[in-house]
């Protein structure tokens, strides 16, 4: 399959992210002697200001750390509902899945009634503080500069801001930033962020509690009050890191690591390659009409349990080992028809935004860092709070608005997430770590790369580009790349087929060798960018003597 972007090798290191620059603060801290944790944190950093549509300090996120004795665990940093929020907050635009995710004035998707508590620098700091090498300060150094020094538009934030221009119009403040003289920044602009320059520098001075506890979230809280908000200071003094444990399951003999509830992602790639393993996927061929239809059913029959029983763990009993079973996968596997679509309902008792980003990062001493962070919607709530450069999340608008359902809203409680961050090892050791932004279709897409990787062969280059298919029961989307013919025998089985452009964001990802050769892609989804390090420190004993080679 031809690919419009090349694979990347090193053998120090790999740094994979949605951003040339991201990914050139990691390397940097490779470079200067840091590990895998130490550059994936100085890239979300960097992410935060390259990037502010997709993340920032005010969102959250998951990330999957494999470290060099093989442990894994993941760092929870997803956002909360705050003290004051309720479970009758909003009123939904309709009591029916999935359009009562709307709500009048739409207060849990734009504004200050929209931002949940944040955690994503609790997970970095975290992460830095038990496992990696570099000072805070030191980590934070590129993203500073950037903030400061400013950098040029991609146009693919260009084309992001132009997307939401008439919501960010209502906030000067945002408007002032991103659309000088009322129109989006253009490709090739230079965009500086002073303020978000020295909120960078006070955290680098003083640690997360500058946000949590510290001057910068009482601002915060304060602006998001005056705008009628339920955000306080308090919640971000409360705001606290979980630690869990990753979920595994195997496919074809390859296991496959992920984050657990509340979090679909882990559980759901496992539960669905567990369905499909009953089927010969490879001999059925990639991108074929069988092969896309067992997909689609299988994304169904995770959708329809996701619905019912994933949320956050604290809050809803999720059924993970029946989910995980090879059992279940049985009994749901009995009930595909091969050549028919069906409707699928829940076999357990009991929407979200595309717009996130994504970071795999590798060293030589077995680190691994994968990451997937988010302040959900395209710039979040669509506003900056003043005198601090941030913008917040809209978080808010992945709970459910109505009462007594598994996503409704409750104090305290973490939001349920596509995330996806995932780590495939093969006899024990790392194959590839992989993951995407995308809202809902993460998880699908990312199950669809590890099956073009181990059933059809591709190469990582050609498996993060590869083309996706998507659904959660209603339309079934096909990218560009499926073929006409594949289309057009899906939509005879009874799938409603609509064609899009892309499914899912820029993936992400790192391929590991057996001679400790690390491959990196980057995806033409996103600005996706893979830089890796090779070569190393001189030799011992070596020394530049020019005087004893003329005598």
């Known amino acids: 399959m031809a690919t419009e972007k090349q694979l990347a090798s090193g053998a120090r290191g790999m740094v994979v992210t949605n951003h040339p620059l991201a990914s050139a603060a990691g390397a940097e801290m490779l470079a200067a002697g840091g590990n895998a944790i130490d550059a994936g944190v100085a890239a979300l950093f960097a992410l935060t200001v390259v990037e502010p549509m997709m993340v920032g300090l005010l969102g959250g996120g998951m990330m999957h750390l494999r470290l060099p004795d093989g442990t894994h665990t993941v760092l929870d940093g997803l956002s909360t509902v705050p003290a004051a929020g309720r479970a009758d907050m909003y009123r939904p635009v309709s009591q029916d899945w999935p ?17 949940a508590v944040p955690g994503n620098l609790l997970a970095w700091c975290e992460a830095l503080r038990r496992h990696g090498r570099l000072p805070l300060a030191e980590v934070m150094q590129p993203a500073i500069r950037l903030a400061a020094g400013g950098f040029r538009v991609t146009p693919y934030l260009s084309e992001c801001i132009a997307e939401v221009a008439a919501d960010l119009a209502l906030d000067p403040a945002i408007a002032a930033l991103l659309l000088p003289d009322g129109t989006p920044l253009a490709p090739g602009a230079r965009l500086v962020q002073a303020e978000a320059a020295e909120t960078l520098r006070l955290i680098a001075e003083q640690g997360p509690g500058a946000l949590h506890g510290g001057p910068i979230g009482a601002a915060v809280a304060a602006h998001v009050a005056r705008l009628g908000g339920v955000l306080a200071e308090a919640d971000f003094h409360d705001a ?264 899912g964001g820029g993936m992400a990802a790192i391929r590991f060798h057996a001679d400790g050769r690390l491959e990196g892609a980057g995806c033409w989804r996103a600005d996706g960018t893979a830089i890796g390090l090779g070569g190393g420190l001189a030799r011992a004993g070596a020394r530049f003597w020019p005087d004893a080679a003329r005598s």
């Open 99 to 115: 359009a009562a995710l709307e709500t009048e004035g739409r207060e849990n998707a734009l504004g200050a009634r929209a931002v």
């Open 240 to 503: 606290r890191l979980v630690e869990r444990a990753p979920v595994r399951g195997t496919y074809r003999g390859i296991e496959v690591v992920g984050p657990p509830p509340p979090s679909s992602g882990g559980v759901h790639v496992v539960q669905m390659l567990n369905i499909l393993e009953g089927f010969d996927l490879r001999a059925l061929g990639f991108g074929t009409p069988e092969t896309c239809h067992l997909i689609a059913e299988a994304l169904k029959i995770a959708f329809a349990d996701r619905a019912a029983a994933t949320a956050d763990p604290a809050f809803v009993d999720v059924p993970v080992a029946r989910l995980l079973s090879k059992s279940y996968a049985v009994e749901r596997r009995a009930l595909i028809d091969r050549g028919r679509a069906r409707d699928w309902q829940a076999g357990v008792a009991a929407g979200e935004s595309p717009n996130t980003t994504h970071l795999t990062v590798a060293d030589a001493e077995g680190h691994i860092l994968c990451a997937t962070h988010t302040i959900n919607s395209l710039f979040g709530a669509r506003f900056l709070v003043p005198g601090t450069g941030l913008v917040p999340n809209n978080y808010m608008a992945l709970f459910d608005p109505r009462s007594g359902h598994a996503l409704s809203i409750a104090p305290g409680k973490r939001i349920t997430t596509s995330q996806a961050p995932l780590i495939a090892l093969h006899d024990g050791q790392p194959m590839v770590a992989l993951g995407l932004p995308g809202g809902l279709r993460i998880f699908g897409s990312a199950m669809q790369a590890l099956i073009a990787l181990i059933d059809h062969g591709m190469s990582l280059q050609e498996a993060v580009e590869a083309p996706r298919i998507w659904t959660q029961g209603q339309a079934l989307e096909v990218e560009a790349g499926i073929p006409e013919a594949t289309r057009a025998a899906l939509a005879a089985m009874g799938h409603a087929v609509t064609p899009l452009p892309h499914i």
